[in-house]
DNA sequence: TCCAATTTGTAGCCTAGGCAAACTTTGATG
DNA sequence: CATCAAAGTTTGCCTAGGCTACAAATTGGA
């Protein structure tokens, strides 16, 4: 059962190598789906609010949003609020649709909203297509939860 | 601000918080499940063996080593092979378990075995115990899987 | 026994992602 | 339009967790 070389995009082997690529991605997805839903609920993303729905400091939140503006995924000015660029609004909408899911399926399996809501949020990052597919599939072939 | 800040602590935190917490914890689980399953598989556990299994150099591995003695989770002299202490065998007892039941559960969900192992890596260490316990019911109710 | 390959350790460097303290900018209010 | 609190930035520090290059120890084979 060696590899028939299909040539897709080597997805890595190792399990361990694939949960740290995920974890370099993981947070910018978190702040940009977090802005997007600032700018929705309260028409701008500020330091501030995004400090305090982290859990960490202004400060920290700075530097954050300095790699996301360097690596082309937010726009913003000294003393500004934040936007989000086409690239970033792309990866905030896939988050968020993934998070939506991930949550959707937990909540269909019994777990207890809330805590769905908070196990959603260390799940989602780490989840392949198929995996995800699964979900989907599970929660559309789930009769309504009794 | 007029909220005299009511200090809870235990419940409701953050979920990015709790993800920064379970990142802190994951890569010492992987070691030290790793360690077990090299000691089991070949009697003892070399960190070239360790970085080979992780995807990393050798002197990340004795890096992280370092950490695990100064956490009292694993005892090594220079030179030597790795052993768990009993804090480190209980830990990476749970975390076994873990992996195992999150395995299952994905492969009774109907991912392939060889995604499921993948992704279980990423996902079993952010499970709360409702969603564990919910994910150790659904495979106790499977049928057979055909 | 001795030597060379393997393995482990050390030194030094890097980025991400945290923090506190101090400074600057903004904007609201008299 | 002066002031001042809130918001944001800068500076400097820390740990985790990667890396390369090189040094030292161990071990097996001739």
Known sequence: MSSPTHSKKETPINPFVRVREDHATELAEDYL?????????SGEAR?????????VRQVTVTKAIGRLKRDGL?????????FLTDQGKQIAKRARARHHTVLGFLVALGV???VAEID???????LSPPTFIAMQKFIEQQPAVA
Do not use: C, F, K, N
């Open 47 to 55: 330091a501030v609010d995004i400090a305090a729905a982290m859990g």
């Open 74 to 82: 937010v726009t913003a000015a000294p003393y500004r609020s934040i």
């Open 112 to 114: 207890d909203p809330e």
């Open 120 to 126: 959603a949020e260390g799940i989602e990052h780490h």
């Open 33 to 41: 789906e977090l802005i997007e839903d600032l700018i929705e609920q």
